[in-house]
């Protein structure tokens, strides 16, 4: 793979080397060949059902599936999509936790491959270096934007900043609905569930702990 954005080589590095990669297995292919068998494939699967490929409703559907799992859902498999990142000097000495809150996340289950519906809030403490603050909604997006576990998706996003920011102390918690759960299977209608990674200062010091814990609603 070749990958360009300085960021994400050392994003993926980071999650290599301590086992927190998506299992992927390179297999040569182009995004464009990708999609082409992705859509014949959709298809037969649709013939097996038995429905009707030539109803102009269904016709288009084994094409719309596959550009948006590799342009849209699942697009954070390929690193080229990772976002440019802006990180700046910390000139002004922050010291103090830096948080986002109610970040939008939508992502999909690798189970059932159906979608998980959340928000995530991240927080950081600045060693030498600050982020521009899009780009954590962006690098939670990039992870959300793969087949995902909650917890995995929960630590990629940790290691992510810990390696970009050059500091342990980052702390990530989401707290998602899983359409697996709710609209088939054990069809519950009101669980969520939250998943925490702290790292650094967040794990180890329990009034930091408490501050982030705080901060989530
Ligand atoms: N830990 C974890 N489990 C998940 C996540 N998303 C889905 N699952 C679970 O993955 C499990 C897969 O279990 P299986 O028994 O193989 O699948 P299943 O027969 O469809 O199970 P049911 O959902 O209970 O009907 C289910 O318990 C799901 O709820 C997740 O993000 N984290
Ligand atoms: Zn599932």
Known sequence: MSVTNQ?????????????????????GLSNSDKKQKIEQHFGEIMQLMGLDLSDD?????PRRIAKMY????????DYDNFPKITV?????????????????????CEHHFV???GRATVAY????????????????????????????LTQQILCALQALLETDNVAVSIDAVHYCVKARGVQDESSHTRTTSLGGNFKSKPETRQEFLQGIR
């Open 57 to 61: 409703s269904l016709a288009e559907t």
């Open 88 to 108: 700046i000097e910390n000139k002004m000495k922050v010291d103090e936790m830096v948080q986002v809150s109610d970040i939008s996340l939508t992502s999909t």
């Open 7 to 27: 960021a994400a080589l050392v994003v993926r590095d980071a999650l290599i080397s301590r086992g927190l990669e998506t299992p992927v297995v390179e297999n």
């Open 115 to 117: 979608t998980i519906d």
């Open 125 to 152: 403490i600045p060693k030498t270096k600050v982020i521009g603050l899009s780009k954590i909604n962006r690098i939670v997006r990039f992870f959300a934007r793969r087949p995902q576990v909650q917890e995995r």
């Open 70 to 77: 590799i342009d849209e859902i699942f697009s954070g498999l």
